[in-house]
């Protein structure tokens, strides 16, 4: 299934896109798509409804993030080697592991505005991972059975306060706006292998990034049991999983207000996003 939440920005309404790609209303038959309504019983019912008889949504509606109420945000730093390199930094041995605010968290296409006194606003396409019920200490060879389903994430960064500051990278990762998720959340039943999807971003129309989940250095898999060993990860959890290369930092080429933003990931849909 393709799950969405729709309507006005903190009153969004469950919904599911058909085959057809017309977007249907669930609020029917589940009050929000949240951590709460993604385990696998939830979606089993869900996934057994007829769409045609569900009410149709306007094409036009906004589309909200596509997971609501994430108490955690966790992201995965420099996860592909190419990226690493473009970054000047070492291979990590461990996946680099820091938080965005669940405050970033906006729609796929909502207008991203920039926030005062930031310089160096980057772009990044990533493969984002929802989690659907409680993991902890989970093996690596089970980790997938606690996944709810993917999306796509542009973990929009502040590169001087990230890296030209003191302290924790949260801070350049966090600002409203800077964590866009969707248009859709995709059940895991429908991504064979997350390691074999291709990400795109373009800047005004311009190719920037081209990229496969292939040559991520530690897959969502591998991610999810690391994370558990040290955290419970809590239904509605979001891992974004890093980006491959050709961000705006490698070549000193930052978003500046009336840029737009495109991406994509192969089977989870396409993203844009106009700054501010």
């Known amino acids: ?9 903190g009153a969004e309404k469950p919904g599911l896109v058909d085959d057809q ?26 996934r057994a409804l007829d769409p045609a008889q569900l009410p149709l949504i306007p094409a036009d509606t906004r589309l909200g993030p596509c997971i609501g109420n994430t108490r955690h945000f966790i992201a995965i730093g420099l996860n592909y080697a190419d990226h690493a390199a473009e970054a000047n930094m070492p291979i990590p041995q461990e996946p680099i592991v820091f938080s965005k605010a669940p405050s970033s968290i906006a729609g796929p296409h909502d207008a991203c505005s920039l926030p005062e006194g930031a310089t160096k606003v980057d772009w990044e396409v990533e493969l984002a991972i ?17 996944v709810a389903g993917y999306c796509v994430c542009n973990d929009l960064s502040e590169r001087a306060w990230q890296l030209e500051r003191s302290g924790q990278w949260m801070k350049g990762k966090s600002a409203p706006g800077f964590g866009p998720l969707g248009p859709w959340l995709v059940t895991r039943d429908e991504i064979q292998n997350p390691l074999a999807l291709d990400l795109t971003l373009d800047v005004n129309g311009e190719r920037k990034q081209t990229g496969s989940t292939s040559t991520m250095i530690f897959g969502p898999a591998f991610l999810i049991s690391y994370l558990s060993q040290f955290m419970a990860l809590e239904p509605g959890d979001v891992i974004t999983t890093g980006t491959p290369p050709g961000v705006g930092m490698a070549s000193n080429q930052y978003l500046k207000s009336g840029d737009s933003v495109r991406l994509s990931i192969s089977g989870l849909g396409e993203q844009s996003i106009a700054i501010r």
């Open 130 to 146: 929802v989690i659907g019920r409680r993991a902890y200490q989970v093996s690596e060879a089970k980790a997938l059975d606690y």
């Open 1 to 9: 299934m393709k799950l969405v939440r729709y309507g006005a920005e």
């Open 21 to 46: 790609g017309n977007l249907r209303d669930l609020s029917r038959h589940v009050a929000d798509i949240t951590g709460a309504t993604v385990d696998d019983a939830t979606l089993s019912r869900l």
